[in-house]
């Protein structure tokens, strides 16, 4: 749990992270260390709930919370996620952001 330097050592020296975190994508592999270094100062936790993979491909569903989630009044989230690996290493790692609230209908 927050070792930056383990976790980074999964990853493609050209990897790309495109996620909440990460708009626009972080491109290399200072950008993404970056993004997820202020994902452990948030606290960043993610429960995952299931998890699948098929080739180079795994997905996976999580229950996301964060002390920036807190801070807007969200404790936590349901999320997936899509993970590309190259190499035996995550080349992409991608979550979609939730949809916005459509506009209101008078």
Known sequence: RG?????MALFTDDAVRVDG??????????AVRKSFQK???EHFRAKVTSAHGAGD??????EI??????AHGIEKRMTSYTIQLRGGKIARWS???PPKN???KN
């Open 65 to 70: 919370s964060s002390d920036a989630f807190r």
């Open 3 to 7: 070792d930056i330097a383990a976790m």
């Open 21 to 30: 975190a990460c708009q626009p994508p972080c491109v290399g592999l200072a």
């Open 95 to 97: 979550s979609p952001l």
């Open 102 to 104: 459509p506009a209101k």
């Open 57 to 62: 491909t795994a997905t996976a569903t999580a």
């Open 39 to 41: 994902n452990i100062d």
